[in-house]
């Protein structure tokens, strides 16, 4: 089985990715949050920098629906020596959707197949796409099954739920199921609702011949994830030095290289939204982790949260 770290836009940058492959690692492939403009601004280019992604099986995201865009910038990216570029047909945001980018492209099937053609027969690099299954209804995701048919993808990673559906309600597993039948010859990759070793042991009661896993928020609330795929049953194998340290590394190197303190408590507490979960009755703490307006109020904050909250059972 091999495991990927999903993108999250401004939350699993080059620095969560050093600092988790640092203290807890088992992942085969990181992409980083998408690029979305042939003008590469210098946080995009601080993603795919190699001085960055030492040691990181790393994949450069693409969102765009003009492929002379996406020959732009993937002309750029191949500059660093990247041998794969990942197309983004999965983001459901609106503010993407309605530009019919992300899995709003889904939405236009004639469209994205002449995208698809294009880059495909241009683009200097080899290509994989993350896709949801379709826009409003899950049998839209046949025709779309038929499009990336035609295409040597280098891979397709699956989330299969609509655009519609947001994270909501339960993936519709047969839709994964549907393309491991009909796309023999192309590597796939789930992803959807990975976030704890029993979602892993229910995906592949049903389908047996999936070998690839991506997880995104399911790594986020729960940084030992993968290490408990690998290790099931191991005990010891989540504590909290390993978790502080890892809060520590991501907060010092964040505060390296931002101006000031309050867009690196901004990461830290977007963070916070979603490694809460790793303990138990955290409320009160993550109370005021939020309401830090300074370094020296955040630290205490964090301190008091892992010295009174045991980890919870993940």
């Not at 601080?46 to 040691?55: A, V, Y």
């Not at 070998?211 to 993968?226: Q, S, V």
């Not at 993550?286 to 955040?298: H, N, Q």
Request: charged residues 25%.
């Amino acid at each position: 089985m091999k495991y990927y770290l999903a993108p999250m836009e401004g939350i699993t940058t080059y620095i969560y990715r050093n600092a988790y492959q640092k203290h807890f690692g088992g992942i085969d492939k990181y992409f980083t949050p998408f690029i979305a403009s042939r003008k590469m601004n210098r946080r995009e280019i601080n993603e795919i920098l190699p001085e960055h992604n030492k040691n990181l099986n790393v994949v450069p995201q693409i969102l765009t629906n003009r492929a002379d865009e996406f020959l732009q910038i993937t002309n750029k990216i191949a500059e660093y020596g990247y041998p794969t570029v990942n197309l983004n047909l999965g983001c459901p945001s609106g503010t993407v959707t309605a530009r019919k980018r992300g899995a709003g492209f889904l939405s236009v099937p004639d469209e994205l197949d002449h995208f698809l053609y294009e880059i495909f027969h241009k683009s200097p690099l080899k290509i994989s796409i993350k896709t949801r299954i379709g826009v409003e209804s899950v049998d839209e995701w046949t025709d779309i099954l038929e499009i990336y048919k035609k295409y040597p993808l280098e891979e397709l990673i699956i989330h299969p739920r609509l655009q519609k559906e947001f994270y909501k309600f339960a993936p519709h597993q047969e839709a994964f199921l549907a393309a491991v039948n009909t796309l023999t010859d192309i590597p796939l990759c789930y992803n959807g609702d990975i976030a704890a070793v029993q979602d892993c042991n229910r995906l592949l009661s049903h389908i047996p011949q999936t070998d690839c896993i991506m997880a995104g928020r399911g790594i986020l609330k729960n940084p030992a994830l993968i290490l408990q795929l690998k290790h099931a049953g191991t005990a010891d194998i989540f504590t909290k030095e390993n978790l502080k340290d890892f809060h520590d590394e991501i907060f010092e190197n964040y505060a390296a290289i931002m101006d000031g303190e309050k867009p690196v408590l901004f990461k830290m507490k977007d963070l916070w939204t979603y490694m809460v979960s790793c303990f138990e009755k955290p409320e009160k703490h993550l109370k005021k982790i939020r309401k830090a307006a300074g370094f020296t109020e955040y630290q205490a904050a964090v301190s008091l949260l892992f010295l009174e909250c045991a980890l919870a059972e993940l």
